[in-house]
């Protein structure tokens, strides 16, 4: 769906002041972030805390690049939130030091080149139980306890948890993909992941 197409309401002048902050002048917001800014409260704790904040964990977490847009990759593609997951491969996916191959992975599920590295299995591996909101499984257990501490699992659960309310927003909202930004690579032979 075009841009053009996608109705969104005039922004709050709170909203308005908000967005400035976040995404200065010349540049445009994202569909996203203009949709939530129907509600300035909503915008507000959006950009105050958890993710985007100071304080929030694009900030002030403790995953590397890779391991971060590697999760938020795969909650977006799994979710089918071609929005968000397309906006984080503009804007992170050339400094994230993830390859082209792997991004396109996390939406096939396929093999990448490079192939996973043992933690980013691991950071997979939470990540789809996340979103398939179900237990990770002995062996998943077993190879994640020998990979990552307490502190890097709960800190990529939150994340995932953050981006499932983010793809929700998008969906539920019908955001498009953000013009200019990638898309979903084609898939061939089996269903992808969501």
């Known amino acids: 769906m075009p841009d053009d197409t996608f109705d969104l309401p005039p922004l709050p002048p709170e909203s308005a002041a908000l967005l400035d902050k976040v995404v200065p002048p010349p ?6 972030y203009r949709a939530m800014a129907a509600n300035p409260g909503v915008l507000r704790g959006y950009i105050e805390q958890p993710i985007l904040g100071l304080r ?3 900030h002030t977490g403790q995953l590397s690049a890779d391991e971060r847009e590697l999760c938020v ?21 050339k400094t994230s030091g993830l390859t082209q191959s792997q991004i396109d992975a996390t939406v ?15 950071v997979l591996d939470i990540v789809d139980a996340v979103v398939d909101m179900r237990r990770l499984d002995a062996a998943e257990l077993a190879a ?7 502190e890097t699992r709960t800190e990529i659960v939150a994340v995932a948890s ?3 309310g ?5 969906r539920v909202l019908g955001i498009p993909p953000e013009p200019g930004a990638p898309r979903f690579p084609s898939w061939t032979g089996a269903q992808r992941t969501p």
Do not use: M
């Open 27 to 32: 540049h445009r917001p994202p569909l996203l």
């Open 56 to 58: 929030g964990l694009l």
């Open 73 to 93: 990759l795969r909650v977006t593609a799994k979710c089918d939130a071609e929005h968000e997951w397309g906006v984080h491969v503009a804007y992170f996916g």
């Open 108 to 122: 096939l599920d396929t093999d990448p080149e490079p192939g996973w590295s043992t933690r980013q299995r691991a």
């Open 144 to 150: 994640i306890d020998r990979t990552l501490t307490i």
């Open 162 to 164: 953050l981006y499932l």
């Open 166 to 170: 983010i793809s929700a927003t998008c």
